[in-house]
C-alpha cells in the first residue's frame, strides 16, 4: 500500500457544512466568509484576516496594497516560486538574500542586501516547511530601514516563534489554503493578515474588483476577481478548528522520525530551537544521496519529493534574466540535498516505522 507524502483531509462534518452552505448561502460573500476570516485572525493573534483566492494572490495583492510598483522586493531562493513571481506581478522586481542551514532566508544575507540596495521597499520572509524565519534579526533590519515586512506564511499555519504565531509578526501575513497545506479549504483559497486598518480595508477592496463593498457601484482602485467562496469557507471554519491538533500530530509524528534517524550518520534530521513552535508542512531530511533514495523510495510504494528541488533563481525566467548556478551556494546545497518524508496527521506509526526501516535498508544496501 502506497505511504503517501500528503492527504488532504476531508471529513463529514465538513462535507456536511458545504452542503448546508451550497442549500442556504449565496456562493459568494456568505455568512461563512465573514466568519472564517474573524475566526482566522483571532487565530493568528490579529485585527483583520481578508480571504482571497489563493497564497499566490495574497502575496501580490499585499504587495500592490503596499505601492512596491518600481522598487525592490528581497526574498529568498528557496521557496515556491509564487514567492517571487508576484513581487513581478505587482509591478516591482524580487531580489533574493541567500539562506542558512535550515533553507530559511539568512539575516545576515539581508543585511549585505540591505547596505547595497536602496531601493528595496519590502522583504518577504518564508516560514519554510513550517519552521518560522528569523523574525528577531529579520525585523529589527526591516524596522531601520522602514521596510515592510511581508511574511510568506503559506506553509506556516499555527507555527510559533517566542510564542507569536507565523504570519502575525510582519506589517503583513500571507496563507495559502491549497490541499498540501496544514489546513485547507475543500479547494484552493489563501488569507491576508494585518494589524493595520488602512491596509485591510485597500486589500479587500483590491481583492474584489477594488470596490468599498459588494453594493458599490463604483470601483475605486484597479482591483482583482480574488475571493473565496461560501462553501470553501464553511469548510475552512471546521479545519480551522482542527488545526492545532493536527499540527500536534505533526510534531509527534516527526519526534518519531528524529529519534529512528537520528543516529543515521548519512542524513540529517531538521533541528529545532526550543522557542520555536514549527508545524511540519514537509518534515525534510537532508543526504547527498537523496536521488538514489527517492528512486528507492518510489520502487517501495513511499513517497517522497525535494521541496525545493530547483532553487527560484534557477528557474527559466530567473536564468534569463542572468541568475546562474553559484549565484546563492546555500539555497542550491539545500535544494540538491533536502527530501521530504510522508506526513500528515492520519499517517500511522506503522508507517514511520516502515519508512524509516526502508531508509535503514537503503543504508545497508549502498554502503
Ligand atoms: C511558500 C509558499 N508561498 C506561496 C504559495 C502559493 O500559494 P497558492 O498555491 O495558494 O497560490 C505556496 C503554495 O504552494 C507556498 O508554499
Not at 489546513?183 to 480595508?201: I, P, Q
Request: charged share 25%; proline share 4%; with cysteine.
Amino acid at each position: 500500500m502506497t505511504i503517501y507524502l500528503d492527504r488532504p483531509i476531508i471529513s463529514q462534518e465538513m462535507i456536511d457544512a458545504a452542503v448546508y452552505s451550497l442549500q442556504n448561502e449565496y456562493p459568494l460573500f456568505g455568512e461563512s466568509i465573514a466568519k472564517f476570516e474573524e475566526e482566522f485572525a483571532r487565530y493568528c493573534g490579529t485585527n483583520y484576516a481578508i480571504s482571497v483566492g489563493s497564497g499566490s494572490d495574497a502575496l501580490m495583492i499585499s504587495l500592490i496594497a503596499i505601492s512596491v510598483k518600481g522598487k525592490h522586493v528581497l526574498t529568498t531562493p528557496m521557496s515556491y516560486v509564487a514567492t517571487a513571481n508576484t513581487s513581478f506581478h505587482a509591478g516591482a522586481t524580487p531580489f533574493f538574500a541567500d539562506v542558512q542551514e535550515n533553507g530559511n532566508i539568512n539575516p545576515k544575507e539581508i543585511g549585505k542586501k540591505l547596505k547595497k540596495d536602496k531601493k528595496i521597499k519590502a522583504i518577504v520572509p518564508v516560514h519554510l516547511h513550517g519552521y518560522p524565519a528569523e523574525m528577531a534579526e529579520i525585523m529589527e533590519l526591516a524596522c531601520k530601514k522602514e521596510i515592510a515586512i511581508i511574511e510568506d506564511a503559506c506553509q506556516a499555519h499555527g507555527a510559533k516563534y517566542f510564542g507569536k504565531r507565523a504570519g502575525s509578526m510582519g506589517l503583513i501575513g500571507c496563507f495559502s489554503f491549497n490541499p498540501v497545506k496544514n489546513m485547507s479549504v475543500g479547494g484552493t483559497a489563501g488569507m491576508v493578515v494585518t494589524n493595520d486598518e488602512k491596509l485591510a480595508n485597500k486589500i479587500k477592496m483590491l481583492a474584489d474588483a477594488g470596490r468599498k463593498d459588494v453594493y458599490s457601484h463604483e470601483h475605486e482602485l484597479i482591483g482583482f476577481s480574488s475571493r473565496i467562496n461560501s462553501v470553501n469557507a464553511a469548510i475552512g471554519r471546521i479545519q480551522l478548528r482542527e488545526l492545532d491538533g493536527w499540527n500536534e500530530k505533526r510534531r509527534g509524528m516527526a519526534e518519531e522520525y528524529r529519534k529512528r534517524l537520528s543516529e543515521i550518520e548519512w542524513l540529517q534530521t531538521p533541528d529545532c530551537d526550543e522557542n520555536i513552535e514549527p508545524v511540519y508542512n514537509k518534515f525534510a531530511i537532508r543526504t547527498a544521496r537523496r536521488e538514489e533514495l527517492r528512486e528507492f523510495f518510489s520502487n517501495n510504494d513511499i513517497q517522497s519529493d525535494g521541496h525545493y528541488k530547483i532553487p527560484i533563481h534557477l528557474h527559466p525566467p530567473y536564468r534569463k534574466m542572468g541568475y546562474k548556478k553559484g549565484d546563492f551556494p546555500m539555497a542550491e546545497k539545500f535544494a540538491d540535498t533536502i527530501l521530504s518524508l510522508p506526513l500528515h496527521p492520519n499517517i500511522t506509526l506503522e508507517e514511520i516505522e516502515e519508512v524509516c526501516s526502508k531508509i535503514n535498508e537503503f543504508g545497508i544496501n549502498k554502503k
